[in-house]
């Protein structure tokens, strides 16, 4: 068995008495050394959804390529750590930075094949895991389900979806379920109040025509206010049955959306499909969809293949570009693509990013990004922002290059999804994984969710100052952080927070950068 630079191999083919001699505990600083990529022709390589960041590596035994270890890393299928044995091979010219006592090894070093026995018997386990928190995980979306079936009574003058079942034709509109609508208690920030809507499942929300858009479950629903009195109607697909159709407004089916961008010049809501790895839209006046990219099939294709066979990872967050052209966040494949207009068909093709698991600056195409998710563009400057899930940062595209802003890769143990957020400049600040991001008409402040932290930040783009925002809200999975352009004023900025797990969206006032000064 071969093993590259900087791969974690899981579960030796064979272990040999001297191979099993355990020599102590090692410490490799600087974020994750391990990428999994796997080598062409080793099956014994992690598979992909096992890939972040380490609490140490108990060396178990010396081997002539590498350290076998037992290591605990982040799994993002699981979304929780996992312990995995295998091989740690360290990129030429790094070397551990302390190694600790000899660690007591569980395994005798008399009996060659049990490392092996025991690290199957790990997956195993994880194995196990996995179905009992899959099992979790439906009974809860089956919960949410129901609750969909049981709408909350519609407003006076509003057909409900009873009524137009029986009446034999699709509902132009639908009432939701209700979340979470409790209201805060404090003042108001400038002269305007925080508030809240009852929202289900929401991700992102954008503002058109004096109203807004946003996502529900696996719905696109319309907001005429973000404000407890307002009833959120369902523009296209359903906010209790998910899947894949094309259709006029409930009549559509999505699979789990995590963005939407708007052409409010062509009419059309983009919806990147997290789950179904297409791009599609929807018409703004009639609630009709239709994929403008993606076959369906998750994966990665070469550039200027026609959208229709196009393979995506899951999608995220989008732009619109003044063209007409679409940019995308392939989260899975730490690219952003752009979904072109070409003649009456459209054309894939990758904007920036090397499709390699890491966080890198350079050139725009040799650049890595390393899970990104948000995305937001200063049109004035022509100055694109990303969030980075893995690397906790916050990149900038300008001038064909990317940098990275603020931020810095979390580093167990005591950061990454422990609370770790902190208020600095650049890579002195800290992230506990940024989502949705905005940035001011000036193109000088981004707005940042704050995912694991619940927080609201704010970033200094002159100087990647990053600050926490007060909230008159609990938050909990903050998905966005949305300027209603609207409803600011120069001294107070207003922003528009979709609250995952309290199933609302919140109106959230902050005073605007030179007004908290």
């Known amino acids: 068995m071969t093993h590259r630079p900087g791969v ?14 355990p020599v102590g505990l090692l410490n490799v600083p600087g974020g994750p050394v391990a990428s999994v990529a796997p080598p062409a022709g080793d099956p014994t390589v992690l598979p992909d959804q096992v890939n ?38 360290l990129p030429p010219d790094t070397a551990p930075t302390s190694f600790a006592a000899p660690v007591p090894v569980a395994v005798p070093v008399a009996e060659p094949g049990l490392a092996r026995r025991a690290c199957l018997l790990v997956a195993f386990l994880t194995c196990v895991l996995v179905v009992v928190a899959l099992s979790v995980t439906l009974g809860v ?18 057909p409900s979806a009873s009524t137009s079942a029986a009446s034999g034709s699709p509902p132009t509109s639908s009432a939701l379920p209700p979340g979470d609508s409790s209201q805060p208690t404090t003042t108001k920030v400038g002269g305007a109040t925080p508030s809240s809507i009852a929202v289900m499942g929401p991700a992102t929300i954008r503002a058109v025509g004096g109203a807004f858009l946003a996502t529900s479950a696996c719905a ?19 906010v209790s049955s998910c899947g894949y159709a094309e259709g006029i ?24 499909e997290n789950g179904n790895y297409r791009v599609r839209r929807v ?52 690219v952003l693509r752009l979904v072109s207009p070409s003649g009456s068909s459209w054309v894939v093709s990758t904007f920036a990013g090397d499709a390699k698991d890491r966080t890198r600056d350079g050139p725009m195409l040799m650049a890595s990004f390393f899970r990104p998710v948000g995305l937001t563009l200063h049109r004035g400057s022509g100055t694109y922002y990303v969030s980075e899930f893995n690397s906790a940062s916050i990149r900038r595209i300008r001038a064909g290059a990317v940098t990275t802003l603020a931020g810095r890769l979390p580093q167990y143990p005591g950061d990454w999804g422990r609370g770790f ?32 932290s619940n927080r609201l930040r704010r970033v200094d783009t002159a100087t990647g100052d990053v600050t926490t925002l007060p909230t008159a809200f609990t938050l909990n999975w903050p998905h966005d952080a949305v300027i209603d352009v609207a409803a600011s004023t120069v001294s107070t900025i207003v922003l528009l927070v979709p609250d995952l797990h309290n199933n609302r969206i919140v109106r959230q006032p902050v005073a605007a950068p030179q007004a908290a000064s």
């Open 141 to 158: 979306v089956l919960q949410q389900g129901e609750r969909g079936r049981n709408p909350a009574p519609s407003s006076p003058g509003a």
């Open 220 to 238: 696109v629903v319309r907001l005429r206010a973000v404000d407890a009195s307002e009833t959120p109607t369902v523009l296209a697909g359903s």
């Open 52 to 89: 972040a960041w380490h609490t140490g590596y108990a060396v178990t035994s010396t081997h002539p390529a590498g350290y076998p270890v037992a290591t605990t890393a982040w799994s993002e299928m699981e979304g929780r750590p996992v312990v995995v044995t295998g091989v740690v091979v």
């Open 249 to 272: 407004g409930p009549g559509a089916r999505f699979q789990i959306l995590r963005g939407l961008c708007v052409d409010e010049q062509r009419g059309w809501a983009i919806v990147p």
């Open 283 to 334: 018409n703004l006046s009639t609630g009709a969809t239709d994929t403008i990219a993606g076959s369906g099939a998750a994966g990665y294709t070469p550039d200027a293949t026609p959208a229709a066979d196009a393979k995506f990872g899951e999608t995220m967050h989008c732009v619109v570009q003044d063209s007409g052209a679409v940019l995308v966040v392939d989260y899975s494949n730490g």
């Open 421 to 452: 957020s902190e208020d600095g400049v650049g890579a002195a600040a800290s992230f506990n994984v940024p989502y949705g991001i905005d940035v001011s008409a000036a193109g000088d402040v981004l707005y940042v969710a704050d995912l694991f």
């Open 8 to 21: 974690v191999a899981a579960c030796p083919m064979n272990d040999t008495p001297a191979e099993m001699a």
